[in-house]
């Protein structure tokens, strides 16, 4: 499929702390996603661009992990995955949990031990995957949150201010699910073709037009394209390495196999019928 930027991605780490950085953007994707009344947010971690040396045998599994404080202190932590992780949902829900809990710990060491479970701010999460987590599930933008398994209704905590919510909250967009046709909001579609690079099939709201403005090569620093270009050629690097060596693995099991196929007695003609190999590939591997 086309994409919108040839060159880079809004998922390359340096472009989406350029993009949450901007909080008027970020409180538009939190809107959005979770459907909140949010006023505005304030960016507390993880929107600085940096140009710390990369250990390039140690990249590209969390390209970004962004936490922002809301105008209620509802804290959003937003994250981008852009390869597939056996454990990241326990991870993700780690992040969730410590979070709540630290922010406890701080109101316990200002003294507030007399408020601070009605003090305690929910703690909600975004996650952005490249890649499918929820194999059962076909949307691409999926929800969580404690419910009442018979009844369906949400498990809500009282806090500051009177204030009835759930004080747990995820969502997962999972870019490689998008399909045009699929029934979505229009702001949750705009969200899916931004991260996932593609073109828009509707003009984008003001929030996603002003983070689409921040790929455009034009608009950055000398130093931000230097470290851009950088982090551009180390994933492909890694990508070309990746790819290398899953054929590599693959053209040692396709040996494997053949081999384990003759010692059970079976000819080359018969092994040629059954993978599909050529002869010559066949005997190839037998030398």
């Not at 009844?151 to 699910?177: C, I, P, R, T």
């Not at 693959?250 to 003759?262: F, H, P």
Request: charged content about 30%; proline content about 2%; glycine content about 4%.
């Amino acid at each position: 499929m086309q994409k919108r930027h040839a060159h880079v991605s809004p998922t390359l780490d340096i472009m989406a702390k350029k993009i949450f950085s901007l909080p008027e953007v970020t409180a538009a994707f939190i809107r959005d996603i979770l459907e909140l009344d949010v006023a505005d947010a304030q960016i507390v971690e993880g929107n600085q661009p940096h140009s710390m040396a990369y250990e390039e045998d140690d990249l590209f599994s969390t390209a970004v992990d962004v936490r922002a404080k809301l105008h209620d202190g509802t804290e959003v932590i937003i994250e981008i995955q852009i390869r597939k992780q056996q454990y990241f949902l326990n991870r993700f829900h780690y992040y969730l949990a410590n979070q709540l809990v630290e922010n406890v710990q701080k109101l316990r060491q200002q003294g507030q031990t007399h408020k601070m479970y009605e003090q305690m701010e929910p703690v909600y999460g975004i996650a952005i995957l490249e890649k499918s987590l929820l194999l059962d599930e076909e949307a691409a933008i999926n929800k969580y949150w404690l419910t009442n398994s018979r009844s369906g209704k949400q498990l809500k905590a009282y806090y500051k201010n009177g204030k009835h919510q759930n004080l747990l909250q995820v969502a997962f967009l999972e870019l490689d699910k998008y399909n045009k046709d699929e029934s979505l909001t229009d702001a949750g579609r705009q969200w899916l073709e931004f991260f996932g690079n593609l073109p828009f099939t509707k003009a984008p709201s003001q929030a996603v037009a002003h983070a689409d403005s921040l790929l455009d090569s034009s608009s950055w620093t000398k130093e931000e394209k230097t470290m851009i270009d950088e982090r551009i050629r180390i994933q492909e690097n890694y990508d070309m390495t990746l790819e290398t060596a899953v054929d590599e693995a693959r053209e040692e099991g396709r040996k494997q196999l053949v081999c384990e196929m003759v010692s059970r007695g079976m000819t080359p003609d018969l092994i040629s019928e059954m993978t599909g190999l050529s002869l010559e590939e066949i005997k190839s591997m037998l030398a």
